[in-house]
Every structure is written in C-alpha cells, then in structure tokens.
C-alpha cells in the first residue's frame, strides 16, 4: 500500500526554523516527482515546493524563494522541506503529495497524499 507519512511540524518563532519530512512507503520515492502544498482554513491549497524524480529539479513558490529548500534522501525514502526564516503567513497544514507524471505547483494531478502536519509561526 503506498502511503506518505509527514512528519516534523510543531510551533516556531517568527525567523525560527523547522525541517519536514516525508516519508514514503509501499513505493520508491525516488522514482516519483514529489511535491509540498500547504492549506490554511477557507483558502486552497497552494503549491510551496516541488522536486522532479530524476535530474533534482525544482520549484519554489515565489513567496517562499531563499527560505526553503526541498531535498530528497533517496535511500531513506524520504523527501525533506527545510523551512528557514518562518514568518506567520507561513502558518498552515503541510501536506506532500506524490505522482509519477505530474509535476509542479499546482495539487491537480497528484495522486499520492500525506495526512498533513501543522505548521504555526508564532510569537
């Protein structure tokens, strides 16, 4: 069964840090374009980071461009989000999602999701 696990959220400070991970099981990650979304109540869902299978490539959303940083550790299984000089508009659930053709910002079109873990930047 392929299942996505996110892990690492909690509450941080305003210009504090956290790192996400997300954990996947049932599949190779590695073979698999994975992307970072997060949602706040009564707004979409919106694209943070994404990772292509192969060659490493990515994309940011512009409002989180020099902060963050998407990572994958093929041998752990497990695709990362450093998230650096949090602010509050960064206060959401986190969720990674994971497909083997779809690719990029927009959650249409990925098939795999995780549960989510909250986020909240607050002093």
């Known amino acids: 069964q392929l299942q996505l696990v996110e892990s690492g959220g909690g509450l941080v400070q305003p210009g504090g840090s956290l790192r996400l991970s997300c954990a996947a099981s049932?599949?190779?990650?590695?073979?698999?374009?994975i992307g970072w979304f997060r949602q706040v109540p009564g707004k979409e869902r919106e694209g943070v980071s994404c990772?292509?299978?192969?060659?490493?490539?990515?994309n940011y959303a512009d409002s989180v461009k020099g902060r963050f940083t998407i990572s994958r550790d093929n041998a752990k299984n497990t695709v990362y989000l450093q998230m650096n000089s949090l602010k509050p508009e960064d206060t959401a659930v986190y969720y990674c999602?994971?497909?083997?053709?779809?690719?990029?910002?927009?959650?249409?079109?990925?098939?795999?999701w995780g549960q989510g873990t909250q986020v909240t930047v607050s002093s």
């Open positions: 999602a994971a497909d083997r053709y779809a690719y990029g910002l927009g959650p249409g079109g990925y098939l795999y």
């Open positions: 049932g599949f190779t990650a590695g073979n698999y374009n």
């Open positions: 990772i292509r299978a192969s060659g490493g490539y990515t």
